[in-house]
């Protein structure tokens, strides 16, 4: 789920830190936990690289004015766990024939005997030797490579991590999502398909394509993890995410008061919704906006105490009114339960929760962190049980045929939905 914005420009007295810049503050939403710029210049490479903290307390003005280069690669990181700590903040540098290049991976590649510079290797090597080695390659994951003669931007077989280039007059960008090409002032050009390998230098620009699955974008992209202003794999986040809330409305009718949303990733479903009910939409709850996505902080401590600072009620909005809150999920129920008990101490007098996804049943640890099963609030749980932890006076959530007809029906992985993994096999192994 970390976020990468690869920037490589043929013109080499171009300046790229800016962009780069740009496009990991569109990005942060993807990571919280450390981030990474490194530079090609003509002379030298530049390096920043940081564990903790958030772009704005890191990228400072004097620091941004000391890295230079037409070409390089930013990260924002995701820390899975407790073992963000163990891990080096990409992009890594490596040392070729080519000089000093720059690489940067979001994902998990299982193989045994993988190793990041025999990947460089084959980078490096003949056109159908890359391509050999990346159909080799099981796992998720999305891969940029920079040198000073040429940017190479890779996707997994089956597409399950989003991927993107643009282009910026003689400067070409890829990265995770299509808001940071727009932060960047870039033109989108395509998603990078599944098994794409897609390669630019100065004269050239082309494809090659390894060997290509069935295609499984992580389903929690469209549900919580991308920007609303994205468009993923030629689907628009925001359309996506409001008509799951029209689907909630057609499977489970509902009369209420009023229909909010829980901030910020249910607002959009909230919306379709009101829309599909016919029922007045208003803001019930008020997301302090200094503090940042508590699910994916790795301590679950540190989710709480965020929960307890982030949310508080519009009391005005609230009180007395049988009310309808969507959210975008559940998965440990700790959010869910803090903005219950908000609303009942508003004065609510009912409250019916809709969930714009499946039960979470699932542990994942190669698109987004989600704890082992025992955490899960829904695991080996009716809904109706659930309804009763959470104190709610009625609970639905949105099918999997139905959340999928919203996202057009393609394919997906949805591991933490069904509790089966949709790649053959499976995985293991550590996150890049």
Excluded: W
Excluded at 259 to 280: F, H, M, T, W
Excluded at 360 to 374: A, L, M, N, R, W
Aim: charge should be neutral.
């Amino acid at each position: 789920m970390s976020g990468i914005c690869g920037v490589f420009s043929t013109n080499h007295n171009n300046d790229v830190v800016d962009l780069i810049q740009y496009g990991l503050y569109a990005l942060q939403h993807r990571g919280q936990e450390g981030c990474g710029i490194v530079t090609i210049d003509k002379q030298r490479i530049y390096e920043l690289k940081r564990r903790k903290g958030l772009l704005s307390e890191i990228l400072t003005q004097d620091i941004i004015n000391d890295i230079k280069g037409f070409a390089g690669i930013g990260m924002v990181k995701y820390a899975f766990g407790d073992h963000m700590k163990y891990e080096p903040v990409m992009p890594y540098i490596y040392n070729t024939d080519d000089g000093n290049t720059v690489l940067a991976i979001d994902g998990n590649i299982v193989n045994k005997d993988f190793c990041i510079s025999r990947l460089v290797e084959k980078i490096n090597s003949e056109e159908a030797e890359l391509k050999d080695y990346i159909s080799s390659l099981e796992g998720i994951f999305c891969i940029v490579y920079i040198s000073k003669n040429k940017m190479i931007v890779i996707r997994d077989k089956h597409g399950i991590k989003p991927f993107c280039i643009g282009r910026l007059n003689d400067t070409f960008v890829a990265c995770s999502e299509t808001c940071a090409l727009d932060a960047m002032g870039a033109v989108f050009i395509k998603d990078i398909e599944r098994g794409e390998i897609y390669i630019k230098s100065k004269d050239t620009e082309k494809s090659l394509f390894s060997e290509q699955g069935a295609p499984h974008l992580c389903l929690f992209e469209m549900i919580y993890i991308a920007r609303p202003d994205s468009c993923i794999d030629g689907i628009n986040v925001y359309q996506a995410r409001y008509a799951m809330g029209k689907k909630l409305y057609e499977e489970c009718k509902t009369k209420a008061d009023i229909v909010i949303g829980s901030p910020d990733s249910g607002l959009i479903a909230a919306k379709g919704y009101a829309k599909a009910a016919n029922i007045e939409f208003v803001d019930g709850i008020l997301r302090n906006r200094y503090i940042q996505r508590t699910f994916i902080k790795p301590r679950q401590k540190e989710r709480q105490e965020c929960v307890g600072i982030k949310l508080t009620a519009l009391r005005a909005n609230i009180k007395d009114k049988e009310l309808i809150l969507v959210d975008d999920s559940i998965v440990r129920g700790t959010t869910i339960k803090r903005i219950i008990k908000i609303l009942k101490d508003a004065g609510a007098k009912k409250i019916h929760i809709r969930i714009a996804s499946p039960p979470v049943v699932g542990t994942e640890k190669y698109t987004i962190d989600i704890p082992e099963k025992e955490h899960l609030i829904a695991y080996n749980k009716t809904v109706e049980q659930i309804r009763q932890e959470l104190g709610c006076d009625s609970l639905y959530y949105l099918s999997l045929d139905g959340i999928k007809s919203c996202c057009g029906n393609k394919g997906y992985y949805d591991t933490y939905f069904t509790g089966k993994n949709p790649i053959q096999g499976g995985y293991d192994g550590v996150n890049l």
